[in-house]
């Protein structure tokens, strides 16, 4: 039971953990298909435009919607992710 004054370690995410909410997305997104979802595929060039799109918006999101530091620490994550996935990190 918790203590009052109590500290609980938490313990730091395995990458198994982190890829939790892809792997129910994937799961979502058939159960959905299975029912008549259509799924478009997009190609690298709209994936590219939309990235572009969302990383011009980040002076606007940054301290305006969502804290500085929030952000950043967000940012760096993406970027260690990435980075550890050998995808580039942008």
Not at 60 to 75: N, S
Not at 76 to 90: E, F, P, T, V, W
């Given at each position: 039971m918790f203590q009052r004054g109590r500290t609980l370690e938490v313990p730091k995410p395995s990458s198994a953990f982190c890829e939790l909410p892809h792997l129910f997305h994937i799961r979502e997104t058939q159960f959905a298909q299975k029912r008549g979802l259509q799924v478009h595929p997009v190609s690298k060039e709209a994936e590219e435009q939309w990235r572009k799109?969302?990383?011009?918006?980040?002076?606007?999101?940054?301290?305006?919607?969502?804290?500085?530091?929030?952000?950043?620490?967000?940012?760096?994550?993406?970027?260690?992710?990435?980075?550890?996935?050998?995808?580039?990190?942008?």
């Open positions: 799109f969302s990383e011009n918006m980040y002076p606007e999101i940054r301290g305006h919607i969502v804290p500085a530091d929030t952000f950043d620490k967000v940012m760096q994550l993406l970027h260690d992710y990435r980075a550890a996935q050998g995808a580039s990190a942008k």
